[in-house]
């Protein structure tokens, strides 16, 4: 279906290089750019209340302030989703070439699991204010565990959905066709495959749990937490195979990751007391950010990359 293969072309990009994964990064990077616009428009025309379903903001400046934090928030708390993704292929021997296609499926459930979630979110907020005083410690929690979680293990046999799944259907250790379930003797089973979906489903439930209400520190306005959440994850995933084979070079990420947390996690508790401008939010969280991948760029001596994903071809 040549629809279908523009599609998956489109939202995860071809295998053959790091080319282009890249020019669909730009590609990606640019469309979310060119909607800043579109919501500059909606809601200059003060048509945000009727379009969101949320409280209108007083202008088009605002909420493309607002859009664009949530964005650069959105991604950079992903990029840890990315080494957990690489890690899972690892683990169930799946090929550069089989990758592409996981992608695939796992962004569009992303899609469905983020707006169920931030819809869900932001119906509580609504109706209990007090929510955003547990959002706020959640992130706080999400902090320390990461500051404190030890990335060296990784064992997908722990995680519930796989043991549930293992229980109600039995399972090949064949990954040769690619396919999600395949038919042994008489009788369906699951592949590595479909093991790999879901528990790339649901390690994104787990990153989101951190990741959606930090957004929601920004703006608790539906339409641009759903929207920045999309544009950015839809970045994160067109360049994994770029990202992939660079993320142990980012050593100290995690704790700029884990100030990120904090900050926000602490903004979320004392909304009501303190106002930060999203100017300055915006910077401070680009600093940090920026500082973590500086001070990973410094060469130490006798400190290798300790595990490195498929490998991916420049051509």
Same mark, same amino acid.
């Given at each position: 279906?040549?629809?279908?293969?523009?599609?998956?072309?489109?939202?995860?990009?071809?295998? $053959?290089?790091?080319?282009?994964?890249?020019?669909?990064?730009?590609?990606?990077?640019?469309?979310?750019?060119?909607?800043?616009?579109?919501?500059?428009?909606?809601?200059?025309?003060?048509?945000?209340?009727?379009?969101?379903?949320? %409280?209108?903001?007083? =202008?088009?400046? &605002?909420?493309?302030?607002?859009?664009?934090?949530?964005?650069?928030? &959105?991604?950079?708390?992903?990029?840890?989703?990315?080494?957990?993704?690489?890690?899972?292929?690892?683990?169930?021997?799946? %090929?550069?070439?089989?990758? $592409?296609?996981?992608?695939?499926?796992?962004?569009?459930?992303?899609?469905?699991?983020?707006?169920?979630?931030?819809?869900? #979110?932001?119906?509580?907020?609504?109706?209990?204010?007090?929510?955003?005083?547990?959002?706020?410690?959640?992130?706080?929690?999400?902090?320390?565990?990461?500051?404190?979680?030890?990335? #060296?293990?990784?064992?997908? &046999?722990?995680?519930?959905?796989?043991?549930?799944?293992?229980?109600?259907?039995?399972?090949?250790?064949?990954?040769?066709?690619?396919?999600?379930?395949?038919? &042994?003797?008489?009788?369906?089973?699951?592949?590595?495959?479909?093991?790999?979906?879901?528990?790339?489903?649901?390690?994104?439930?787990?990153?989101?749990?951190?990741?959606?209400?930090?957004?929601?520190?920004?703006?608790?306005?539906?339409?641009?937490?759903?929207?920045?959440?999309?544009?950015?994850?839809?970045?994160?995933?067109?360049?994994?195979?770029?990202?992939?084979?660079?993320?142990?070079?980012? $050593? $100290?990420?995690?704790?700029?990751?884990?100030?990120?947390?904090?900050?926000?996690?602490?903004?979320?508790?004392?909304?009501?007391?303190?106002?930060?401008?999203? %100017?300055?939010?915006?910077?401070?969280?680009?600093?940090?950010?920026?500082?973590?991948?500086?001070?990973?760029?410094?060469?130490?001596?006798?400190?290798?990359?300790?595990?490195?994903?498929?490998?991916? =071809?420049?051509?």
């Amino acid at each position: 279906n040549p629809r279908r293969r523009l599609l998956d072309r489109c939202l995860v990009p071809d295998r $053959h290089g790091t080319r282009d994964a890249v020019f669909w990064t730009v590609v990606w990077f640019l469309t979310a750019m060119a909607f800043l616009g579109v919501v500059f428009v909606l809601y200059e025309a003060a048509a945000s209340a009727a379009l969101t379903g949320g %409280p209108a903001i007083a =202008d088009g400046r &605002e909420a493309t302030a607002l859009f664009f934090t949530g964005y650069i928030l &959105e991604k950079s708390l992903s990029v840890d989703n990315l080494f957990v993704i690489a890690m899972i292929f690892s683990y169930f021997s799946i %090929p550069l070439e089989r990758q $592409h296609r996981l992608l695939f499926w796992g962004l569009l459930g992303a899609i469905v699991l983020r707006g169920a979630m931030i819809a869900a #979110g932001a119906a509580l907020i609504l109706l209990f204010d007090w929510v955003v005083y547990i959002f706020g410690a959640l992130l706080l929690v999400s902090a320390y565990k990461m500051l404190n979680s030890d990335e #060296g293990r990784f064992d997908p &046999e722990s995680n519930w959905v796989v043991r549930g799944l293992r229980r109600v259907m039995p399972v090949s250790s064949d990954n040769s066709d690619g396919r999600f379930f395949r038919k &042994e003797s008489g009788r369906i089973v699951a592949t590595p495959m479909l093991l790999a979906l879901v528990l790339i489903e649901t390690t994104d439930v787990l990153f989101a749990i951190d990741s959606v209400p930090a957004v929601f520190v920004v703006t608790r306005d539906p339409f641009l937490v759903f929207t920045s959440n999309i544009f950015a994850i839809l970045g994160l995933r067109s360049m994994y195979f770029v990202l992939a084979v660079m993320l142990n070079k980012f $050593h $100290h990420l995690k704790i700029s990751l884990v100030f990120v947390l904090a900050l926000v996690g602490g903004k979320m508790l004392l909304s009501h007391y303190i106002w930060i401008p999203q %100017p300055i939010m915006l910077t401070v969280i680009g600093l940090v950010l920026a500082a973590g991948v500086a001070a990973s760029l410094v060469p130490v001596r006798g400190k290798g990359d300790q595990v490195a994903p498929a490998s991916v =071809d420049d051509g």
